[in-house]
């Protein structure tokens, strides 16, 4: 799995539950930069934060983490 396909998905299903990522970091306690980062692509969250962010969103990890099915 590539970070690309990592912050694509945070990014998209934030944006879909219409949360800044100021909103999502507060909810899951880290820092807006920190959601930034994660969204870039420059950092990888730990399974402790990719939980929280997925509880908030409302997906499953796959759903945010997994892999992209390539056709």
Do not use: D
Not at 9 to 24: A, P
Not at 36 to 54: T, W
């Amino acid at each position: 799995m590539s970070e690309q396909n990592l912050s694509n998905m945070v990014r998209k299903f934030r944006r879909w539950n219409e949360l800044s990522q100021g909103e999502l970091a507060e909810r899951v306690s880290v820092s807006r930069q920190t959601i930034a980062n994660i969204e870039k692509g420059n950092y990888s969250p730990s399974v402790h934060l990719a939980l929280a962010i997925c509880r908030e969103l409302g997906k499953t990890v796959e759903e945010i983490f997994g892999e992209e099915q390539e056709n």
